[in-house]
């Protein structure tokens, strides 16, 4: 069985064998990322956004199974993309605690709209990374019981939003308390 944040010695192993290899850089990018593909340290969401939880809401916090309608608005924003952590990982080999704390920076990524995305701002509540909520898969993101009866705890209380507003360029810009 596989845990939410497990971190294998195995990948660093791997890693530092791909490192260590001949083959171009392009190609060792290729395999880094096929190796890593669905797994649930990439892409980890830490945060929801104010519309996506409203969505979850309307919908009683239950899966939103209308998959052309509001499936399709839900997009998992992310600051770095793992082809920029691989390039970071592949410039210099890097200590195994290293490795796992770059990918662990770098893959942080907030559940928005679309709409939140086109407008670059939007409003944000954490999740908990110790919860293991919405972990990645290879296609999308698991959403299940426990992230439903995490949704309707937190609605039974006071949610303090954060704001975000996004730049063109790649790096986050400014969060502020809303209250």
Do not use: A
Not at 25 to 32: A, I, N, P, S, Y
Not at 38 to 57: A, P
Request: hydrophobic share 30%.
């Amino acid at each position: 069985m596989r845990f939410w944040n497990y971190k294998s010695e195995e990948f660093y192993n791997l890693y530092t064998k791909i490192f260590d290899s001949n083959f171009p850089l392009e190609k060792k990018r290729v395999m880094l990322k096929s190796l890593f593909s669905g797994e649930y340290c990439l892409m980890r969401i830490t945060s929801i956004s104010k519309l996506c939880y409203e969505e979850y809401k309307k919908n009683n916090f239950k899966k939103v199974t209308k998959f052309k309608r509001v499936n399709k608005r839900f997009v998992r924003h992310q600051f770095i993309t793992f082809g920029e952590t691989l390039t970071e990982i592949l410039n210099k080999k890097i200590p195994m605690k290293d490795f796992w704390k770059n990918i662990d920076e770098n893959e942080k990524t907030h559940l928005i709209t679309r709409s939140e995305r086109d407008k670059k701002e939007y409003l944000y509540i954490n999740i908990p990374i110790e919860g293991g909520y919405f972990l990645n898969k290879t296609v999308g993101f698991e959403y299940g019981k426990k992230e439903e009866l995490y949704l309707r705890y937190i609605s039974q209380s006071r949610i303090r939003w954060k704001k975000k507003r996004l730049s063109s360029e790649k790096k986050e810009i400014e969060t502020e308390d809303i209250n």
